[in-house]
Nanobody, 125 residues
């Protein structure tokens, strides 16, 4: 069982930065691919970024490529999402998720086994 808790969300002006954290409980964190998703009210949850268990592979949605950076510290059971050059359209609830297929990156929501409760990110124009 893996439990995930996000933190670091908040209100920021366009062009600003935020860093989200996802703390995981359980000893198997280092075996999972970890990802970030986001969801706006009335819309489907969408993939943002993911990193494999070794950290050797990362993948980003086109909408955030070059602005967001995903990282993980397996020793601390923690994953991060550094978000720079934020835009109003980045306003969403952000979720971290864990995929037991830790050697590859998958983007569908259904591929992920565990989810956090979400943290709100609001970017004002």
């Amino acid at each position: 069982q893996v439990q995930l808790v996000e933190s670091g969300g908040g209100l920021v002006q366009a062009g600003g930065s935020l860093r989200l954290s996802c703390a995981a409980s359980g000893r198997i964190f280092s075996s999972y691919t970890m990802g970030w998703f986001r969801q706006a009210p009335g819309k489907e949850r969408e993939f943002v970024a993911a990193r494999t268990r070794s950290g050797g592979s990362t993948y980003y949605a086109d909408s955030v490529k070059g602005r967001f950076t995903i990282s993980r510290d397996n020793a601390k059971n923690t994953m991060y999402l550094q978000m720079d050059s934020l835009k109003p359209e980045d306003t969403d609830v952000y979720y971290c998720a864990a995929d037991r297929l830790g050697y590859t990156i998958r983007t569908p929501v259904s591929a992920y086994d565990y989810w956090g409760q979400g943290t709100q990110v609001t970017v004002s124009s």
